[in-house]
């Protein structure tokens, strides 16, 4: 075991919580959808088969309730996900237009509860980090961030990034959100648009793509002006050309707004090789992105999101739990349950391809400094009014209860985890699935298409009128009654509010080797 192993030289050992539930490989959207539970099962497998239980905490996480869930999204919209099954469908099909459940987010066996699985993991790994638990926590079932206040969207129905969010601000004044998926992501951003509490950070594709959103001129409003960061980028990005991005814009990032607590959406549809992606990032690539921001020694939320190359999204999220726990990964896969699906090479890489980068040097140096003039404008740390926040019962629980003792058919009924059977072909790469299923599955996102209603001019950096516009002449997709109210943000409390800063800015130097 010590060959798959090594200890990173010159890394202070850090406390890592890792989430993972077994229920959530079994869910399936249906046939030829591009988005698959089972890569975080097949993602588990090598880090178990790795070793990595030995360097980390593992738990599985108390699915979040209704009332959880209200935190950001409306009683009604949580309560139409907790009903709707593909047998009663056709009693809410007007309710199904409203809420956005069709296509792109269709209605499967056990929809509410995969939901469930996913908030929980974002917010309890936030809850470990704000009461000084862990230094890093895991959750590769979250990272859904393209979900709204009160509709489904892009394959996210339940924004646990969000509820996650939420929970860390409780306890700390500054939270950033740092993005590397492929896709825009619209959902976190438009939650936070107007407050100075959360920066919110995407580096993705932009242009006739979607979700269509994330333009430079994307600043917030109000008090969230310039607190919304958006870094737009052509096909074909390489490692080297990300990363000279990529690293320049947090560092700026860090020293202007000075968070407490960082959560890092790590979607690995931005490899090269995605389904639907296109961008050209290799798995070291994608993981310097971890590695970067785990080095500032802030607590740090690391979530899943898009990738629909499952392969590759296992390797990918397997070697960056790796980096969380100090170590790297051997480049030979052991032999795990799903070891065939990872031949011909049977290697922990992902490699770029030869595809033409589109973002030219002078275009990522224009657009780079554009970003950096913004980000500079942000006026400080934000004041926070320090208050008590009530907690309710639920909020006290005993964090040594052994999760593993728990009867699993408790929370899923044995009728409804049959049907959760894992279908065939489910694995495939076969045409029917491949390129985002392009005979079964035509979506807005699958195609890379926006709707009409949603669609941007294509960012230039020679359109100079386009890039200096007044950012809130054309918030379209970013309204008042979709953002999280100030009222909805909560204040941390005195004691641990600067506890929570406290412990964030220094690295623990704590062996968590079970």
């Not at 199904?96 to 993991?121: H, R, T």
């Not at 000084?132 to 969207?153: F, P, Q, R, T, Y």
């Not at 100079?464 to 516009?469: C, F, H, M, N, T």
Request: aromatic fraction near 8%; include cysteine; glycine fraction near 10%.
């Amino acid at each position: 075991m010590s060959g798959l192993l090594t200890p990173i030289a010159g890394e202070s050992k850090k406390r890592v919580c890792y989430f993972f539930d077994s229920d959530v490989g079994g869910f399936h959207y249906g046939p030829g959808h591009p988005m698959k539970p089972t890569r975080i099962r097949m993602c588990h497998s090598l880090v178990m088969n790795y070793g990595l239980y030995k360097k980390m905490e593992i738990f599985r996480a108390k699915p979040a309730n209704k009332r959880e869930m209200s935190q950001f999204h409306t009683d009604e919209y949580v309560e139409f996900l907790s009903k709707i099954t593909p047998s009663n469908m056709n009693n809410f099909v007007k309710e199904q237009l409203k809420y956005n459940v069709g296509d792109d987010c269709p209605v499967f066996d056990g929809l509410f509860e995969y939901c469930s699985i996913s908030a929980g993991g974002s917010m309890e790994g936030a809850a470990r980090l704000s009461r000084n638990k862990c230094d890093i926590a895991v959750n590769w079932a979250g990272g859904l961030h393209h979900a709204k206040k009160g509709e489904a969207s892009g394959f996210c129905y339940v924004n646990d990034i969000v509820l996650g969010i939420l929970e860390l601000l409780r306890y700390h004044k500054r939270v950033l959100y740092i993005d590397i998926d492929c896709h825009h992501g619209d959902g976190v951003e438009e939650a936070f648009y107007t407050t100075d509490r959360v920066m919110t950070v995407s580096f993705h594709k932009y242009g006739e793509y979607f979700p269509g959103t994330g333009e430079l001129r994307d600043l917030g409003i109000g008090k969230g002006k310039y607190y919304s960061c958006n870094f737009p980028l052509r096909d074909g990005i390489t490692d080297e050309s990300y990363k000279s991005v990529f690293e320049p814009v947090i560092t700026q990032v860090m020293q202007s707004y000075d968070p407490s607590a960082v959560v890092l959406q790590c979607g690995t549809d931005s490899l090269s090789g995605d389904k639907l992606g296109c961008l050209n990032l290799s798995m070291r690539g994608h993981a310097n992105c971890v590695k970067f921001v785990k080095s500032f020694g802030l607590p740090l939320l690391l979530l899943g999101g898009g990738g629909y190359t499952m392969r590759n999204v296992s390797r990918c999220w397997a070697y960056e739990t790796g980096l969380a726990a100090g170590v790297e990964l051997g480049s030979e896969i052991p032999v795990n349950e799903y070891y065939e699906y990872f031949g011909p090479d049977y290697k922990l890489d992902v490699r770029q391809s030869n595809m033409e980068d589109m973002n030219t040097r002078e275009y990522l140096e224009r657009i780079k400094g554009m970003v950096l003039d913004n980000v500079r404008k942000v006026g400080g740390p934000p004041s926070v009014q320090m208050t008590d926040i009530p907690r309710t019962a639920d909020d006290y629980v005993d964090d040594n209860a052994d999760e593993d003792m728990d009867d699993p058919n408790e929370r899923i009924p044995v009728r409804q985890r049959q049907k959760m059977i894992q279908p065939d072909m489910e694995l495939s790469d076969s045409e029917d699935e491949g390129e985002g299923g392009r005979r079964n599955h035509q979506s807005n996102k699958s195609t890379g298409k926006v709707t009409p209603s949603a669609k941007t001019p294509e960012l230039d950096a020679s359109n100079s009128g386009l890039l200096s516009a007044d950012p809130q002449a054309t918030r379209s997709p970013h309204t008042a009654t979709t953002a999280v109210s100030s009222e909805a943000i909560p204040s941390p409390t005195a004691a641990e509010g600067e506890a929570a800063e406290n412990n964030g800015s220094a690295a623990m130097d704590v062996d968590t080797a079970k």
